[in-house]
Nanobody
Framework: QIQLVESGGGSVQAGESLRLSCVGS????????MGWFRQAPGKEREAVSC????????YYADLAKGRFTISRDNDKNAVYLQMNNLKPEDTATYFC????????????????WGQGTQVTVSS
């Protein structure tokens, strides 16, 4: 069965950093575009970033530009989100997602989702 498992969330103070990890199993990880999303209580889920199958193409939402970096290690079936200079408005549950195809672009859809990891940033 295809699974995506996120880790690395936690509680930090504003200005600190976290690195989220997502490990996939049961899929052709090296052929899949991967994305990160987040959702705060009472708000819609929003795209944060994506990365294509090889890592040569990335996309960042405005909220992430200049602070977050997405990367992947296909040998480890893993995708990462480095989050620097965290702000209280970054507080949310963060999800990773995998697509059956390999391209990364704004508003692309995904086929598989993880359960999420909580990030809480205090002021």
């Amino acid at each position: 069965q295809i699974q995506l498992v996120e880790s690395g969330g936690g509680s930090v103070q504003a200005g600190e950093s976290l690195r989220l990890s997502c490990v996939g199993s049961g899929l052709n990880f090296g052929g899949s575009a991967m994305g990160w999303f987040r959702q705060a209580p009472g708000k819609e889920r929003e795209a944060v970033s994506c990365i294509n199958w090889s890592g040569s193409t990335t996309y960042y939402a405005d909220l992430a530009k200049g602070r977050f970096t997405i990367s992947r290690d296909n040998d480890k079936n893993a995708v990462y989100l480095q989050m620097n200079n965290l702000k209280p408005e970054d507080t949310a549950t963060y999800f990773c997602a995998a697509a059956q195809s390999g391209a990364c672009y704004r508003d692309r859809t995904y086929d598989y989702w993880g359960q999420g990891t909580q990030v809480t940033v205090s002021s």
